[in-house]
């Protein structure tokens, strides 16, 4: 097995296929138009379904339709047209079947621009569409990390029958690096005992999100919360970096932890001691291990591509016991690690107080450059 | 010799009023520019330029707004006849101007297309129907034709999975609230005469309150369909043509009546 | 007698796409490979007498780069492209 150059988006979707996905349903959005475009040839070469939709809505309705079968299938789109998808998503989570869906984020809100963003943390995080839902959220920082990803999302959405997300950015849907791809997994369709087929020899399947009876669904809303916390419980997943003797933490997801990890590997030349948390789950978050890391550390940098949303999360887990700094660039602006490593020494010389505001300081910070 | 020719009593054509200065994206010899143009000398020539509110698209014409000096706003992809509608609701004494590409009006925007022209909502359509997604890289578009290689059908659009190319106008003519429905091209200069006379009427049926009106503009994309500027125009009367036939779908009676 | 006529293209806007040249029914237009745009391209000119101002070119054109003079000999011009 070789390491090949890939390009982001298209080794995604070569991860999908050799992770057995059987269905693609999609619409053009860029930064991740060669997803589409590549599985526009490699499904129809392996006999599976691709279709280009009329839209996002469309095209979120023809993986939930597929989803009820229960074959692997997913599409993938970025921030606008993932807001186009929140309906078809809450139909997919309230009928309890599994998907899964790759959002490469650009800068916004509204049209925005097709630069890199993690300006829909909370949207993809905490739901995004109605009702009371959860996706599985799994946040790459490399192109390796997104393709290693790519089997585990299809294995926890339907161990949980749940949404679980890609979640990464323009400049890892754009960029291209060495990848090591894995083996071509076989199609299973699996047998579940929901989805439809046709009832020939069985009794018949009836797969929908409504529950007309308000008791009914208050059960069915417990049945989802279960299977989330079994996710919360046994889906946790991150990485450390120079953590032993940290006297500080840098906490960043995605590119922003990637680029984190630079700046703490500049710093640490510079002799502090300084290490990095990435959490890879964002949803289920990590909030036990950084509450654990919060004993062993004097302060928390949260970097960010957005006004802080992650750092919601971090400080729940913090709870004003120690001083957390928080640095977001927006719009699509691409953080430089330098900038990184100079909130690392803001950080040391005016080391703040437990009970600051973080976001609103940098805000102001912000401001005044 | 020049020196008498080059005076203003003789000029004969320039770049239109409602023009900014700003030089387009566009590609070179894209028909893009040359419906804008046709655009701006009609609303100049009807001097109806500071009462039009334009609405852009998604798509190559996403930035529109940075060519034509008048008002304008940007929609969401496939939604500019929503927008339209609700500025016109809200300012009927404007006209109302949407400029969508192929992907925005009969992909994504398909509803909010066939609902504004069956409501009869007042305002003007100019449709730029290349086959193809210019602004993501050249994938099928609802237009593009069978067999036609774009980079989500790089074997050649197939019908059996990827269905057949959608005529928008004649759809639209089924429609009692559309008032004309035309379709035209920009290929070559008795075309772009015709284009031109048939926004004209279009923006009349805007202005006389006389219902929906669209003109459906055959357009070239040289990038998309991997071709020069040249070659894109003899592309288009050679493939497009005889899958998009020019001519008119719907005029309301009212609108034939029109004296221009 | 022919019209005379004459054309002005704006560097600012010519792409150097050639409609024109193909659309000029004098064919006196070809792309100027003196001369660069800023933005890289070969702008058109008149490159042999016999432009009539018939304004052909400017009517193709998607820049809306070109001004079109013609000679007024007795009756007045008319004032836009492809309007008759």
């Known amino acids: 097995m070789r390491r090949e150059m890939w390009k982001g988006n298209e080794a995604i979707a070569e991860a999908a296929v050799r992770a057995g996905v059987e269905a693609y349903f999609g619409y053009p959005i860029t930064p991740q138009n060669e997803v589409l475009e590549y599985l526009s040839h490699r499904m129809p070469e392996l006999g599976r379904a691709f279709v280009q939709a ?23 789109s970025s921030s606008p047209g993932i807001s186009l998808m929140q309906e078809g998503l809450s139909y997919i989570a309230g009928t309890e079947v599994p998907m899964v869906l790759v959002n490469v984020m650009r800068g916004g809100p509204g049209l925005g621009n097709i630069a890199p963003s993690q300006g829909d943390y909370n949207q993809i995080c905490k739901g995004g569409g109605h009702g009371d839902y959860h996706p599985i959220v799994l946040a790459p920082a490399s192109i390796q990390e997104a393709v290693d990803l790519m089997p585990v999302a299809f294995e926890l959405a339907h161990k949980y029958l749940n949404i679980c997300t890609i979640l990464i950015d323009g400049s890892i849907g754009q960029m291209m690096e060495p990848v090591l791809l894995p083996g071509m997994q076989p199609v299973v369709r699996k047998e579940y005992d929901w989805a439809v087929s046709g009832a020939k020899g069985r009794k018949r399947h009836f797969l929908s999100s409504i529950y007309l009876d308000v008791p009914t669904e208050e059960k069915v809303n417990l ?35 990637r680029i984190a990890l630079s700046a703490v590997r500049t710093a640490r030349a510079l002799g502090i001691k300084v290490g990095l948390f990435r959490p890879i789950s964002v949803n289920p978050f990590p909030y036990k291990r950084v509450e654990e890391l919060v004993k062993q550390t004097s302060s928390m940098l949260v970097v960010e591509m957005n006004t802080g949303q992650m750092l919601k999360d971090v400080q729940a887990s913090v709870r004003n016991r120690i001083p957390v700094r928080f640095y977001g660039r927006l719009g699509g602006v691409m953080p430089f690690p330098d900038e990184f490593v100079n909130e690392i020494q803001e950080m040391i010389k005016n080391p703040g107080k437990p009970e600051d505001d973080s976001a609103d300081l940098w805000y102001l910070r912000m401001m005044a450059r | 010799m020049t020196v008498t020719i080059v005076h203003p009593e003789n000029m004969v054509y320039t770049r239109p009023e409602g023009f900014t200065d700003t030089p387009t994206h566009y590609c070179p010899g894209c028909t893009h520019g040359t419906a804008h143009r046709l655009v701006a000398e009609v609303l100049q020539e009807m001097n109806i330029l500071d009462k039009t509110i334009g609405v852009a698209p998604v798509g190559c014409a996403v930035f529109a707004y940075n060519y034509f000096d008048i008002d304008f706003v940007q929609a969401a992809h496939g939604r500019a006849p929503a927008m339209a509608t609700g500025i016109k609701r809200v300012l009927p004494e404007s006209v109302v101007l949407s400029y969508q590409g192929d992907g925005d009006l009969a992909s994504i925007g398909m509803a909010e297309t066939v609902h504004a022209a069956a409501r009869g909502e007042n305002i003007t359509i100019i449709f730029i129907n290349n086959a193809i997604y210019g602004m993501t890289g050249g994938q099928m578009a609802p237009t593009t034709l069978p067999g036609m290689k774009t980079t989500s059908s790089p074997n050649g659009r197939d019908v059996e999975t990827q269905g057949y190319p959608i005529r928008v106008s004649e759809m639209l003519a089924t429609l009692d609230g559309a008032g004309y429905i035309v379709r035209r091209s920009l290929h070559d200069p008795k075309n772009i005469r015709l284009a031109k006379k048939a926004i004209r009427v279009a923006f009349e049926t805007q202005v006389h309150g006389l219902g929906f009106s669209m003109v459906e503009l055959l357009s070239t994309c040289n990038t998309g369909w991997g071709v020069t500027p040249l070659q894109s125009l003899a592309w288009l009367e050679e493939h497009m043509i005889p899958a998009f036939p020019l001519g008119d779908f719907k005029i309301a009676p009212a609108v034939a009546a029109l004296k221009i | 007698m022919p019209a005379r006529g004459w054309i002005e293209v704006n560097d600012q806007y010519c792409k150097g796409c050639e409609l024109c040249i193909t659309a000029c029914p004098p064919k006196v237009l070809e792309l100027d490979s003196e001369k660069l745009t800023s933005k890289g391209y070969h702008p058109t000119h008149i490159f042999k007498d016999g432009c009539t101002g018939c304004a052909i070119c400017a009517l193709v054109c998607p820049d809306a780069a070109i001004t079109v003079y013609r000679e007024v000999t007795k009756a007045p011009a008319p004032v836009a492209a492809g309007g008759d």
């Open chain 1, 54 to 76: 009329e839209s996002e809505p469309a095209a979120i309705n023809m993986v939930y339709g597929a989803a009820c079968t229960g074959a692997r299938v997913m599409t993938s």
């Open chain 1, 223 to 257: 049945r989802i919360l279960g299977r989330w916390r079994e996710a919360q419980a046994n889906e946790i997943r991150f990485k450390e970096y120079y953590l032993e003797d940290a006297d500080f933490i840098v906490i960043g997801f995605g590119t922003a932890g």
